[in-house]
């Protein structure tokens, strides 16, 4: 594996950290909205991650090399329809169904912030990987003096 292969596959994994940091930021600013465009309420968005693709030939000749990996992509932002919404007693709110319940977004806030804990982790992992791969070029630079 080259050493530009090694900083490629921390910048991707940092690329998409901070697309999932984006939007678990989203989650959290939405936490108590309502009525999106479309006059429902807010549903959590999660990030879905794959394997970068690889073109057959470079594939094969990573694989006879001994290398595996590509870095990471966002294939997908998908909302969560898994989880139930949170249903609220308050027949004065604007937004209120005929038995006086308000919807609110299926966010809970502790998850989030657990997930922003991780995600802020793999960044500062990947972070590591990239200085540490740039500091080994640098030193392999230095050898010829």
Not at 20 to 33: E, F, G, L
Request: proline residues 3%; without cysteine.
């Amino acid at each position: 594996m080259s050493m530009m292969n090694g900083m490629n596959i921390s910048a991707s994994g940092m690329t998409a950290q901070r697309l999932r940091m984006d939007i678990i930021s989203q989650n959290i600013a939405n936490v108590n909205t309502t009525r999106d465009e479309d006059g429902n309420a807010y549903k959590r968005k999660t990030v879905v991650f794959a394997e970068k693709d690889a073109t057959p030939f470079s594939e094969v000749l990573m694989k006879a090399s001994g290398n595996y990996g590509n870095g990471v992509k966002v294939t997908e932002i998908s909302e969560d329809n898994e989880t139930e919404m949170r249903k609220v007693y308050d027949p004065s709110h604007p937004d209120a169904d005929e038995e006086g319940y308000v919807t609110y977004p299926n966010v809970n806030t502790v998850q989030e912030m657990t997930d922003l804990i991780d995600a802020t982790r793999s960044y500062e992992a990947n972070v590591t990987a990239f200085n540490a791969s740039k500091s080994m070029a640098l030193k392999g630079l230095e050898v010829g003096k």
